[in-house]
Protein backbone atom coordinates (compact mmCIF):
# COMPACT_ATOMS: atom_id res chain seq x y z
CA UNK A 1 0.00 0.00 0.00
CA UNK A 2 1.25 3.52 -1.13
CA UNK A 3 1.76 6.80 1.25
CA UNK A 4 -1.21 7.93 -0.57
CA UNK A 5 -3.22 5.00 0.47
CA UNK A 6 -2.03 5.00 4.09
CA UNK A 7 -1.95 8.57 4.76
CA UNK A 8 -6.02 8.72 3.28
CA UNK A 9 -6.76 6.13 5.54
CA UNK A 10 -5.26 7.35 8.14
CA UNK A 11 -7.36 10.52 7.66
CA UNK A 12 -10.35 8.79 6.97
CA UNK A 13 -10.36 6.87 10.44
CA UNK A 14 -9.43 10.68 12.58
CA UNK A 15 -11.97 12.47 10.64
CA UNK A 16 -14.82 9.87 11.96
CA UNK A 17 -13.51 10.06 15.65
CA UNK A 18 -14.03 13.17 15.39
CA UNK A 19 -17.27 13.23 14.18
CA UNK A 20 -16.95 14.81 10.76
CA UNK A 21 -18.74 14.01 7.51
CA UNK A 22 -16.70 14.46 4.84
CA UNK A 23 -18.36 17.75 3.73
CA UNK A 24 -17.72 19.33 7.25
CA UNK A 25 -14.19 18.38 7.63
CA UNK A 26 -13.66 19.90 3.72
CA UNK A 27 -15.19 23.01 4.64
CA UNK A 28 -13.13 23.35 7.71
CA UNK A 29 -9.93 22.58 5.72
CA UNK A 30 -10.50 24.96 3.00
CA UNK A 31 -11.34 22.27 0.06
CA UNK A 32 -13.81 20.77 -1.81
CA UNK A 33 -15.55 17.70 -0.19
CA UNK A 34 -14.67 15.72 -4.04
CA UNK A 35 -10.69 16.66 -3.68
CA UNK A 36 -11.34 15.30 0.25
CA UNK A 37 -12.99 11.89 -1.31
CA UNK A 38 -9.79 11.78 -3.72
CA UNK A 39 -7.31 12.64 -0.59
CA UNK A 40 -9.07 9.64 1.31
CA UNK A 41 -9.04 7.51 -1.19
CA UNK A 42 -5.56 7.87 -1.86
CA UNK A 43 -5.86 9.06 -5.32
CA UNK A 44 -4.60 12.59 -4.67
CA UNK A 45 -2.20 13.73 -2.21
CA UNK A 46 -2.47 16.95 0.15
CA UNK A 47 -0.54 20.11 -0.68
CA UNK A 48 1.61 21.34 2.24
CA UNK A 49 -1.01 24.11 3.13
CA UNK A 50 -3.61 21.47 3.19
CA UNK A 51 -1.80 19.03 5.44
CA UNK A 52 -1.14 22.00 7.90
CA UNK A 53 -5.09 22.54 7.86
CA UNK A 54 -5.50 19.00 8.30
CA UNK A 55 -3.47 18.72 11.40
CA UNK A 56 -5.14 21.90 13.07
CA UNK A 57 -8.10 20.80 12.24
CA UNK A 58 -7.87 17.08 13.79
CA UNK A 59 -5.58 18.67 16.57
CA UNK A 60 -3.00 15.92 16.21
CA UNK A 61 0.91 16.57 15.59
CA UNK A 62 2.58 15.05 12.27
CA UNK A 63 4.28 11.71 13.86
CA UNK A 64 0.41 10.93 14.45
CA UNK A 65 -1.15 11.42 10.93
CA UNK A 66 2.01 9.26 9.69
CA UNK A 67 2.05 6.53 12.24
CA UNK A 68 0.50 2.98 10.13
CA UNK A 69 0.53 1.28 13.09
CA UNK A 70 -3.05 0.42 13.25
CA UNK A 71 -2.11 -1.50 9.56
CA UNK A 72 -0.38 -4.28 10.87
CA UNK A 73 -1.61 -7.64 10.08
CA UNK A 74 -2.53 -9.94 12.67
CA UNK A 75 0.65 -11.74 12.84
CA UNK A 76 2.79 -8.65 13.49
CA UNK A 77 0.33 -7.80 15.95
CA UNK A 78 0.58 -10.87 18.15
CA UNK A 79 4.59 -11.09 17.94
CA UNK A 80 4.00 -7.92 19.31
CA UNK A 81 1.46 -8.52 22.00
CA UNK A 82 4.29 -11.40 22.84
CA UNK A 83 7.02 -8.81 23.04
CA UNK A 84 5.61 -6.97 25.04
CA UNK A 85 4.46 -9.80 27.08
CA UNK A 86 7.82 -10.87 27.77
CA UNK A 87 9.05 -7.34 28.62
CA UNK A 88 6.29 -7.50 31.52
CA UNK A 89 6.38 -11.04 33.06
CA UNK A 90 9.46 -10.09 35.30
CA UNK A 91 6.82 -7.32 36.76
CA UNK A 92 3.84 -9.12 39.19
CA UNK A 93 2.20 -5.27 39.24
CA UNK A 94 2.55 -4.52 35.21
CA UNK A 95 1.36 -8.47 34.27
CA UNK A 96 -1.64 -8.19 37.03
CA UNK A 97 -2.35 -5.15 35.20
CA UNK A 98 -1.73 -6.49 31.87
CA UNK A 99 -4.24 -9.93 32.52
CA UNK A 100 -6.74 -7.65 33.87
CA UNK A 101 -6.52 -5.24 30.77
CA UNK A 102 -7.27 -8.60 28.39
CA UNK A 103 -9.77 -9.88 30.40
CA UNK A 104 -12.19 -6.67 30.32
CA UNK A 105 -10.89 -6.80 26.49
CA UNK A 106 -11.57 -10.51 26.01
CA UNK A 107 -15.22 -10.16 27.89
CA UNK A 108 -16.29 -7.09 25.49
CA UNK A 109 -16.36 -5.01 29.04
CA UNK A 110 -13.70 -2.54 28.39
Known amino acids: ?5 LLGEKIKRLRKMR ?3 QEQFAELIEITPR ?3 RIEAGSS ?7 DKILNALNVPADILFSY ?3 KDEKEILA ?3 TY ?4 KSHPKQLEKTHRLLRLIAEDEF
Open 35 to 37: NLC
Open 19 to 21: GYT
Open 80 to 82: DIY
Open 69 to 71: EHL
Open 1 to 5: MGIKN
Open 45 to 51: FVTSETL
Open 85 to 88: IDKI
